[in-house]
């Protein structure tokens, strides 16, 4: 049965480092692998999307990174603003075919100091 | 697109009654997921359905879940009857097949009393 993980579980820093969010998973035969994001009393909003043949993707200010083989993943944030201050999740997709669900991690809970 | 859209928002129910909760998926989109949400076991996926077909409802926890996919653009769980430990945020999320990834509803809070 997949597991994920993802550590830290919290993690407050001031304003303007640069930052990265890690996920293991234990199942490395996985389909592609999302970070999502979460806020207080919200749904989750996709950042990011890697499929297992990536390496790496990058959105803004956002970098994903893959490496499937050792089961782990990693968001790096740069140049970090109070307003990415949420909860981030890691989720695995096992198949492509047909349907399937994500395996979610518990999330690292951002903080983010002015 | 409006995304994928849940109702109600938040529902307060007393113990023993019935709760349905509704999802109307991503026009296009095939699959279609159901998920809890809870501090102490974080999300977890309960029912899928793929072409309005239930896949895999391993994780509904008990029978007094049930879902329903009667068309493309609807979808209910129900708890019937609902229980003070079945509060949670529930999470619908849809996604086409292959290379897309998932996009969520925005939840219903649901809270038994």
């Known amino acids: 049965k997949q597991e994920v993980t993802q550590i830290p579980a919290a993690l407050s820093v001031p304003e303007g480092e640069n930052l990265v969010l890690n996920c293991s998973f234990t199942d490395s035969a996985i389909y592609n692998l999302q970070w999502f994001r979460q806020d207080p009393g919200k749904g989750l909003t996709s950042l990011l999307l890697?499929?297992?043949?990536?390496r790496e993707q990058t959105s803004g200010r956002l970098n994903a990174s893959l490496d499937k083989s050792s089961g782990r993943s990693t968001l790096y944030i740069a140049a970090s603003q109070p307003g990415d201050s949420a909860t981030y999740l890691c989720?695995?997709?096992?198949?492509?075919?047909?349907?399937?669900?994500?395996?979610f991690g518990k999330g690292t809970h951002l903080i983010i100091q002015p | 697109d409006a995304g994928v859209i849940q109702s109600p928002r938040h529902e307060v129910t007393e113990m023993g009654q019935e709760v349905t909760l509704r999802c109307k998926p991503i026009?296009?989109?095939?699959?279609l997921f159901w998920y809890r949400q809870t501090m102490m076991r974080g999300l977890e996926l309960l029912i899928y359905f793929n072409n309005n077909v239930p896949i895999d409802d391993s994780g509904m926890p008990e029978d007094r879940f049930s879902a329903k996919m009667p068309n493309a653009s609807f979808s209910t769980l129900k708890i019937q009857p609902s229980e003070p430990r079945d509060s949670a945020v529930y999470f619908c999320a849809s996604s086409l097949e292959g290379n897309r990834g998932y996009t969520f509803g925005s939840g219903t809070r649901l809270t038994v009393v």
């Open positions: 890697i499929q297992s043949s990536q």
């Open positions: 989720a695995v997709r096992r198949t492509g075919g047909g349907a399937d669900g994500l395996t």
């Open positions: 026009s296009g989109h095939n699959s």
